[in-house]
């Protein structure tokens, strides 16, 4: 209370006096009851004292109701409310006994009571007031100027009749009383304080979403009112503790990472707040860190729910710990209660931001957020009008079969390791988002024009291609990537994502790994590719697939030893289709499947077609390339043995081939698969090898047969690539024959590059320079004329043996005369 009050505190204290009004009662009460049971004893007759208690409960009544219904009067009211308590007092003391009557004691009870009720200047007013009453009723019946009421015959008046001593032991008893009411009212003006003060921080936290704010907020608020030197609130960050906030402490940044304490273990087990009376380094070595030689610590725990969130710990001012107030103790506990419970839900606020912003598997940022800075920088783009934006669309090739064959928490294992090795080649200020599934996208801003964008995906498809440790297994993929910039045709962020998407989208059609800039007439190129799809779904159905057969020749004798079969479509309108216009479209949307059941079934009956007429070699093999898709299903070698066993085939003349990329992806199912081909004795060859990852080990694990050596590595010339795809040939071959495998090289279109296989020992030559596809019904025609060179290339070298047979011995003849001659001649 101050000295200064106003209106509404004596209105407050009007109504904390309301409870003296029962007082007044039980005073009104004892005096008549102590009339009734000792009349004789009275100074005025009964009937005189008990109007004179009815007229003081009547006014008291009167004054309440005053007080209650005119607040602005309270104060006025409460002083003749006390004023004639002490009349009525002063009265009835003087009515029954006068020095000696007990009722005297009465007016200790009121002061007592006003002084506990009220406060402590209230009741030395009240002291005053009744020393004054008492010591005119004691003096003036000394003084006879009142009739005498002492009853007690023979009575004298002793000590306690005396004014001056009845008035000091009075006063003594009311310094004492208001010392306590005086003690009790600063306590109670204290815990007002404090309960304002959580009130006020416990707001102020609720409107407050930072964990770093929370705990600056609550530590300035204990050590502006309590006045703590040091403190520091910590944060439990999983194992570890995290410095939210200081005071006092120097050297020691926000968000520093600390071991936890032992003593803050021990806090949050007891669940109360523990006093050190000093920091010990052996014992709390963390704290000793943070407040060297600091004593008299309190550390509170801060427990939410169960769970620890962290701790406030404050050195204390001054004194032995003891000290401390139980008061300022509770205080500091509630508030790191109260602490805790919003850091917690702060902490889970910001993690439903991150939900609401973040990808929650890769932690970069998602589809909304990424819209969200996209719009914004549009919005912007004026300002800078000489710079552009752009949006690079990145998608994972392939990366259904890597989730397919290794599993879905492989496959969220190689999305994580693709984001943080995207992050690691984007520039600063540049932002990644997922945007759901394998699809990426980066906005990259402040640019000179498109050309940067355009090394960034020349760089990201470079680096993204090497491999990935996934699963215990090395996985390699590739990206596709589509680029849009922003520019005056686009319509918000939306707009600009689809034009970066249908980008992406073109460049997957091309045969993937590469990039597209996006521009308009690519959506036309999206429709289309889209009917085609819806088309290729029925082409089984409709009987609109062929195959052609392009021959592999045995390099060291030029005998036709295998075809390659080779889908094409003909489509009613367009013609016929090669199968890189489409093969692409049918893995994406689940054709492939029903398409390589029909090309391995074509493939047998041709063959057994081919034998029946004898139009072929016997021992002649054909190829069928298959999909990674399709050696993942369970029962591929079950649908192999019927399509042989329908059309009368050995196993041994099916040759299974299958991509190195494919197979750089295999699971156990895929090698269960081809081991299921071998034992059925089918052959099975890595189709465009060279041109992936497979290494040495590789080999190793796969049954694989032969090798294809891609048509890259057969081109012929004087330049650096040219003599390092050769190098690389003969090593591929070389390999291959220390393992005991075959090796065809693809794409022979010159005799020289023929020539150059054929001395590195490569096993079959593939390419325009021996044949084209062909229609089945050419193929017997092929097979003659590789039987005829065959036939004319063992008849010459038949006459060439005899020529040099003949020469031998011409030369043998001509050696013999010679030595006859040499024996003649005369010495």
């Given at each position: 209370m101050t000295a200064d009050r106003t209106?509404?505190?004596?209105?407050?204290?009007?109504?904390?006096?309301?409870?003296?009004?029962?007082?007044?009662?039980?005073?009104?009460?004892?005096?008549?009851?102590?009339?009734?049971?000792?009349?004789?004893?009275?100074?005025?007759?009964?009937?005189?004292?008990?109007?004179?208690?009815?007229?003081y409960l009547v006014l008291?009544?009167?004054?309440?109701?005053?007080?209650?219904?005119?607040?602005?009067?309270?104060?006025?009211?409460?002083?003749?409310?006390?004023?004639?308590?002490?009349l009525f007092l002063a009265a009835a003391m003087y009515g029954t006994g006068g020095t000696q009557s007990p009722m005297r004691f009465l007016i200790y009870l009121h002061l007592v009571a006003v002084s506990l009720l009220a406060s402590y200047r209230t009741g030395l007013k009240i002291a005053l007031w009744h020393s004054l009453l008492l010591f005119v009723v004691l003096y003036a019946q000394g003084a006879a100027l009142l009739p005498p009421v002492d009853v007690l015959p023979g009575?004298?008046?002793?000590?306690?009749?005396?004014?001056?001593?009845?008035?000091?032991?009075?006063?003594l008893f009311a310094l004492a009383t208001s010392l306590f009411s005086a003690m009790n009212e600063r306590e109670l003006r204290q815990r007002r304080a404090d309960l304002e003060t959580l009130v006020r921080v416990s707001v102020r936290l609720d409107d407050e979403g930072d964990p770093v704010h929370q705990a600056r907020l609550v530590l300035g608020t204990l050590v502006g009112r309590y006045r703590f030197p040091r403190g520091v609130v910590l944060g439990a960050a999983e194992d570890q503790l995290l410095v939210?906030?200081?005071?006092?402490?120097?050297?020691?940044p926000d968000g520093e990472l600390l071991a936890v304490d032992p003593v803050i273990v021990r806090a949050w087990a007891a669940r109360a707040p523990l006093a050190l009376r000093r920091i010990r380094a052996d014992r709390e070595p963390v704290l000793a860190g943070l407040m060297p030689d600091a004593r008299h610590v309190i550390v509170a725990p801060m427990v939410a729910d169960g769970r620890p969130v962290g701790a406030v710990v404050l050195e204390h001012r001054g004194g032995a710990i003891t000290g401390i107030e139980r008061r300022v103790m509770g205080v500091v506990a509630q508030l790191a209660s109260i602490a805790a419970l919003n850091?917690?839900?702060?902490?889970?606020?910001?993690?439903?931001?991150?939900?609401?912003?973040?990808?929650?598997?890769?932690?970069a940022a998602n589809r909304r957020s990424f819209q969200a800075t996209l719009e914004?920088?549009?919005?912007?783009?004026?300002?800078?009008?000489?710079?552009?934006?752009?949006?690079?669309?990145?998608?994972?090739?392939?990366f259904k079969i890597v989730n397919d064959t290794l599993g879905h928490a492989a496959g969220d294992e190689l999305l994580v390791a693709v984001t943080h090795r995207i992050s690691t080649l984007v520039r600063d200020g540049d932002l990644v988002a997922r945007l759901g599934g394998d699809e990426f996208a980066i906005l990259t801003q402040d640019l000179p024009d498109l050309r940067r964008s355009r090394a960034m995906a020349e760089r990201l498809i470079r680096e993204l291609r090497s491999p990935y440790q996934v699963a215990g297994r090395i996985v390699s993929i590739s990206v596709s990537i589509g680029i849009a910039g922003a520019h005056d045709a686009i319509d918000g962020a939306a707009d600009m994502v689809r034009n970066a998407d249908v980008a992406m989208y073109m460049a997957k059609a091309g045969g993937k790994a590469g990039f597209a800039i996006f521009d308009p007439g690519m959506h036309q190129a999206i429709r289309e590719r889209h009917e085609l799809a819806m088309e290729l779904k029925q082409a089984v159905d409709l009987d609109q697939l062929v195959l052609r057969y392009q021959p592999i020749i045995e390099l060291g004798t030029g005998r036709l030893a295998g075809v390659e079969a080779l889908v094409r479509w003909r489509h009613p309108e367009k013609g016929l289709i090669a199968p890189g216009q489409f093969i692409e479209i049918a893995e994406e949307h689940g054709s492939i499947l029903p398409i390589g059941r029909w090309v391995l079934r074509e493939a047998c009956r041709q063959t057994a077609a081919w034998r029946a007429a004898g139009a072929t070699p016997e021992d002649m093999f054909v190829g069928v390339n298959v999909s990674a898709r399709e050696v993942q299903e369970a029962g591929f070698v079950d649908g192999v043995r019927e399509a042989l066993s329908e059309f009368g085939v050995a196993a041994s003349l099916l040759v299974i081939e299958i991509t190195e990329t494919a197979l750089l992806r295999a699971t156990p199912t895929t090698i269960e698969t081809l081991r299921g081909l071998r034992d059925l004795g089918a052959r099975v060859v890595i189709d465009d090898f060279g041109t992936g990852y497979f290494s040495l080990s590789h080999l190793r694990q796969f049954p694989v047969d032969a090798l294809k050596i891609a048509g890259e590595f057969t081109q012929e010339g004087e330049s650096e690539t040219a003599t390092r795809s050769s190098a690389l040939a003969a090593a591929i071959v070389a390999m291959a024959r220390s393992l005991g495998i075959e090796t065809v090289a693809e794409g022979i279109e010159t005799s020289a590059q023929a020539d150059r296989m054929r001395s590195l020992q490569c096993t079959y030559g593939q390419g325009y320079f021996f044949a084209q596809p062909l229609l089945p019904e050419e193929l017997p025609e092929v097979a003659t004329a590789c039987e005829a060179a065959m036939t004319a290339t063992a008849e010459a070298k038949a006459m060439a043996e005899a020529a040099a047979g003949a020469r031998r011995a011409r030369r043998t003849r001509?050696?013999?005369?010679?030595?006859?001659?040499?024996?003649?001649s005369p010495a």
């Open positions: 209106h509404t505190d004596y209105a407050a204290l009007g109504d904390r006096l309301r409870y003296l009004l029962g007082l007044r009662f039980a005073l009104a009460a004892i005096t008549v009851g102590f009339g009734l049971a000792s009349p004789t004893t009275l100074g005025m007759p009964l009937e005189t004292l008990g109007g004179m208690t009815i007229g008291s009544v009167a004054l309440q109701w005053l007080g209650h219904r005119a607040p602005a009067a309270s104060f006025a009211v409460l002083t003749v409310t006390l004023l004639v308590d002490g009575g004298s008046i002793g000590l306690d009749g005396v004014p001056a001593l009845n008035v000091t032991a009075f006063w939210l906030g200081t005071h006092g402490i120097d050297g020691r850091l917690r839900n702060a902490v889970l606020l910001n993690r439903v931001r991150d939900l609401a912003e973040r990808d929650s598997l890769t932690g914004r920088v549009l919005e912007n783009a004026g300002e800078r009008a000489s710079r552009i934006s752009a949006v690079l669309f990145i998608d994972l090739d392939d001509r050696a013999a005369r010679a030595a006859v001659a040499t024996e003649l």
